[in-house]
């Protein structure tokens, strides 16, 4: 917390942000700023409120605080960053960037909020080190909504590709190195963002779908065409990393394309030992790399996947429930320092105190757990658990008197 202590221009924002954080990284069931601010011992949530809202603050300043912070704990010279969105289910129509849209959190088309995110991933371990909200054409195209929700008027759409690329290249701009991208089908299958990351010369192992057309030395190719020209002997069996149930092993095969840039291109197909399902990947390098590389680079994709369940489950990276803007950056930011603090501990504690035979090593849920029982736990009297009972239930006749009133001036 010290880190961004700096970050706050008044001592009350500064402690009420490091209760906000403890708050996150607690065991309650449920974290919002009602729930958070009981548990530290607030009367109401006022202040936790005031913090999201209307206190002076940067949480950009504080994001790139979260990136030197995991890229100076996690540091890899092989590093890969993952990038890939997420959807949080919402009611409504106006807390920002929310409309109907295909969101994988509930597999479906849900009214629903998608968020960008970029995980740095290490041999030590991984965290999110930048956010970027999609904000669909229905709002950008609307600047009273804009306006309301604490976007700018000039507000413009951004694919998710594009917002890909502005972390990236923010990333990179800030002086940190990756050699690596990865990312699913809507970021392989953008051109604009694989020619950003050739241009500055980093290598990138995105997912294709089997309908997308490569160039070879003879001529274009749907990649599930070339696939099918893959003689037997050139698969190799490799693993794309560790999973939960051990390693991920599949059968690889390459094979090289062309490219106006200078650089090493390469078709990368996936097939699945059991079911022989194909996946396909555009690869880039500056140089040559070998096979087991490139399946490494793809492997790591799933890392994002590990974070999106970790920050969720551990951080309340989805609890969040705002409609602005500026409150959206800063919850989910200050939930991005939460998760990175577990993965940096966890990352120390690998390297400074290896698990005695018969104990896997201490996870992230571990953790907490620990954090939660030897540092952080709070009891508090009746009397403030009964105070909380009276202000929520004046609060919720304050509010069902003014649905009341709404309701009656509308007949």
Known sequence: ????????????????????????????PRKNCWTIAEWAGDRTPDGMQHLLGRAKWDADQVRDDV???VVEHLHDDEAVLVVDETGDVKKGTNTVGVQRQYTGTAGR??????????VYAGRRGHAAVDRELYVPRSWTSDPDRCRAAGLGDKTEFATKPELAARMVTRFLDAGHQAVWVAGDEVYGGNPRLRTALEERGTGYVLAVACSHEVTTGARKFRADT?????PKRAWQKLSSGVGAKGHRFYDWAVIDLTGPLPGSRQLLIRRNRSTGELAYYRCY??????LTTLVRVAGSRWRVEEFFQSGKGLAALDEHQVRRYSSWSRWVTLAMLAH???????ANEHDRHPSPDGLIPLTCNEIQRLFITLVIQRVFDPVHQL????????????SQTSHYRRQAAQA
């Open 1 to 28: 917390m010290s880190r961004i202590a700096g970050r706050f221009t008044r001592v009350e924002s500064r402690r009420r942000a490091r209760k906000l954080v403890l708050g996150l990284l607690s065991d309650l």
């Open 285 to 290: 390098s500056p140089a040559a790399v070998p």
């Open 67 to 69: 990136s030197d912070y």
């Open 340 to 346: 990175a603090f577990l993965a940096v501990v966890r």
């Open 387 to 398: 105070g909380w009972s009276v202000w929520r239930r004046r609060h919720q006749a304050r």
């Open 226 to 230: 070339l696939a099918r020209k893959v």
């Open 109 to 118: 088309i849900e009214n629903a909020q998608v968020a960008v995110y970029l």
